[in-house]
């Protein structure tokens, strides 16, 4: 599609430069604005840990579930951890079907059944825009079972979207409003944050940094406070490094039979 008349000088360095700026920016924000929110949500996650169960971690939508997998089976990341990895709203089954699943009402509720998740469970449920119906029913239903809830969503994006908006749960309902504790990731209405000359839309989305960056400093904070009782976590190490695979090997059969997607 060609444009109505071509577009001159965009320096493509520059747009690069303002972006990293931009993301540093935003991931400072959080630092600044939310480290008492992720302190109180390690709490939860420590004391989970201290009893030896699983922290599950689910992104309803096709980017959000990058999310899961952010610190599941990962270098530096707590064995603890146990990403829900649905196949419905994966990308790698096909975009458009991804985004119909998680605009699917019901849905998410299958996906917390299936998992057998109850009031022993701990979920984490990432979702940058924080109003799907995926989502909302996944946390309804972990509700309803008594599981315990961390939420991490942009304030901004869930309360400025307009509840008629197609993607919304039947209940209009809002993650943080719904979890026990929430994080805001502030991931601003649209994602994309650089404006490229006169494009209607801009391009370079945060939400991955936003969300990423979000659940490291939770495992950071988690990490701290389990060495102030006294506990060192298992942390998994890369495979690829020297003595990886000897490393992890010791705690495989720990986790091998209760974590799902291990």
């Known amino acids: 599609m060609h444009m109505d008349k071509p577009t001159a000088g965009i320096d493509a360095h520059s747009l690069c430069q303002q972006y990293l700026q931009d993301v540093t920016d935003h991931m400072q924000r959080i630092l600044d604005e939310e480290s008492d929110a992720m302190e109180r949500a390690a709490s939860l996650i420590a004391d989970q840990i201290a009893a030896d169960r699983l922290v599950h971690v689910f992104g309803p939508g096709g980017h959000s579930n990058l999310a899961a997998q952010e610190i599941f089976f990962r270098a530096g990341g707590l064995m603890h951890v146990s990403a829900i990895l649905d196949e419905g709203t994966l990308l790698s089954n096909g975009a458009l079907r991804s985004m119909a699943m998680e605009r699917t009402p019901g849905y998410g509720r299958i996906v917390i ?150």
């Open 113 to 262: 059944r299936d998992h057998r998740l109850d009031s022993n469970d701990l979920l984490i449920l990432v979702n940058a825009y924080g109003i799907n119906a995926a989502l909302i029913d996944a946390a309804l239903e972990a509700r309803e079972r008594g599981v315990k809830l961390i939420g991490i969503n942009s304030r901004q994006h869930a309360e400025g979207t307009q509840t008629g908006h197609p993607a919304r749960h039947p209940e209009k309902h809002n993650l943080h409003d719904l979890v026990d504790f929430a994080v805001d990731c502030k991931v601003p209405i649209g994602d994309a944050l650089v404006q490229a000359g006169e494009m209607r839309e801009r391009i370079a989305a945060v939400s991955t940094f936003a969300n990423a960056y979000t659940l490291n400093c939770l495992v950071i904070h988690t990490v701290a406070k389990l060495l102030e009782r006294g506990i060192e976590p298992p942390i998994w190490r890369s495979g690829n490094a020297p003595g990886g695979d000897e490393a992890n090997a010791r705690f495989i059969d720990r986790f091998n039979h209760r974590v799902k997607s291990l």
